[in-house]
């Protein structure tokens, strides 16, 4: 049998030699990969660095720059604003009214362009007041009704006014107020048989003395069987009609008492405001305590301003969407009844109610007298509203009624009293402090 050799030797030479190579090139592979990505990364992040100057040459540049587009951004923005501003005071013009009546056009009678022509001051501007020239005063809204203000002002100078006094009620009553003064002779009605004071508070006098042109009614008969509105019912009748008893006798806990509501008064009561007061009965019992009463009437459906006169009281012939053309903080008391729901419009209300305020004097009365509550919602309204006034409540009472149809309703009659500065409540003088500072914040943001 033969022996088999197990020699080696030249196959683990060559593997040796084999595996030296293959280390060395992998060493070599991983070094071109080291510098390959060396090189990379300088070539990303490397960056040539300008000198000096050419920085600063740049800097300006891109700075002239910007602030060339931002003088244009600027520029374009005070355009627009100025732009917005011309057409928002036109369409404040053309709302208001203001310089809107184009006397130019061939219908504006002659006597209306006299009117409201200007007129410069003969020693040109005066130094207290600051004014230039003399301009009469016209309702914003007479422009709207440009065709009634024409034939309002289409009369014969010095001669006999038209007979039209409904034709300025209605002008009143579209806006149109205070109305243009006019050069001509109202028509006179004489006043014959009038009752000396105090006896023509409770008596009738002959109805020759009213005008009854524009009326549908020609005498107190037709006017007191009808219902004029919710506060004057027969209120033309002096002998025999609720008249007489109202403010003196109660009918129902929402019905006040002068006396009462007179013990309320601090300092006393001497002068007061009725707002809508019919036919003025509440001025002629306040004039029987010797406390003179304004009333402000239109003559809606009846001669009320006249009636008013002829018991001796006086009457204003004034709507309530002009303000009071009195001065502030003036009268101890005002009464008013649902003369205050104008339109029903909370807005409007607001303004009315911020005048009432603006004219009665700290410790005054505000005298609410049977407010028709139409609805829940109508009562917690006005009672917010007289709310953030801080007035104290007096006399607040909340009752039914039945009206004519047998339906009830809600009404509210309130006595108030206005307070001082430092009888504020807490809360309406919180309001206040807010108020101001914000005001103030926003003005100061503004002149920046």
Avoid at 199 to 209: A, D, G, H, P, T
Avoid at 239 to 246: K, P
Wanted: aromatic residues 10%; hydrophobic residues 40%; charged residues 20%.
């Amino acid at each position: 049998m033969g022996s088999v050799s197990l020699k080696i030797g030249d196959g683990t030479a060559r593997f040796k030699s084999a595996t030296v190579c293959s280390s060395a090139v992998h060493i070599l592979m991983l070094f071109s990969v080291i510098t390959t990505n060396l090189f990379a990364l300088y070539a990303f992040t490397y960056s040539p660095k300008p000198n000096t100057h050419q920085i600063h040459f740049l800097d300006h540049h891109h700075t002239h720059k910007n602030l060339s587009l931002i003088s244009e951004q600027v520029s374009l923005i005070l355009k627009e604003i100025d732009s917005s501003q011309k057409k928002l005071s036109q369409m404040e013009k053309q709302l208001l009214g203001y310089e809107s009546i184009d006397l130019s056009t061939p219908n504006i009678p002659n006597e209306l362009k006299l009117f409201l022509q200007r007129n410069q001051l003969p020693l040109g501007k005066d130094s207290r007041t600051g004014i230039t020239e003399m301009v009469s005063s016209v309702g914003h809204s007479c422009y709207k009704s440009i065709d009634f203000l024409a034939n309002y002002m289409n009369y014969k100078p010095n001669g006999a006014c038209p007979d039209d006094w409904s034709l300025g009620q209605k002008l009143i009553l579209k806006g149109c107020e205070p109305l243009p003064r006019r050069r001509c002779f109202a028509k006179t009605i004489p006043k014959v048989g009038l009752h000396p004071f105090p006896v023509s508070l409770w008596r009738n006098v002959s109805e020759k003395i009213y005008s009854w042109s524009g009326l549908g009614c020609k005498n107190l008969g037709c006017l007191n069987s009808k219902k004029l509105d919710r506060d004057c019912a027969g209120c033309l009748d002096l002998g025999n009609g609720n008249e007489v008893s109202r403010f003196v006798k109660s009918r129902g806990k929402n019905d006040f008492l002068i006396d009462d509501v007179l013990s309320l008064g601090s300092g006393g009561v001497r002068i007061g405001f009725d707002i809508g007061g019919g036919s003025g009965t509440f001025a002629a019992r306040m004039a029987e305590k010797n406390v003179t009463i304004v009333t402000a009437s239109l003559n809606i459906d009846a001669p009320f301003n006249e009636f008013i006169a002829a018991r001796g009281v006086f009457p204003l012939y004034l709507s309530l969407d002009h303000r009071f053309p009195f001065y502030d903080n003036v009268f101890d008391i005002i009464h008013v009844g649902n003369g205050l729901d104008i339109g029903g419009r909370p807005e409007k209300l607001e303004f009315l109610m911020f005048d009432i305020d603006r004219v009665i004097r700290a410790g005054g009365l505000f005298w609410l007298d049977n407010f028709l509550c139409s609805n829940e919602e109508k009562r917690k309204n006005l009672t917010r509203l007289i709310e953030r006034f801080g007035y104290k409540k007096l006399k607040w009472v909340v009752g039914e009624k039945i009206n004519g149809s047998g339906n009830s309703e809600v009404y509210l009659s309130a006595v108030l009293q206005k307070p001082s500065l430092k009888g504020f409540s807490i809360g309406t003088l919180d309001s206040f402090i807010v108020s101001e500072a914000l005001r103030m914040s926003a003005c100061k943001w503004f002149n920046r």
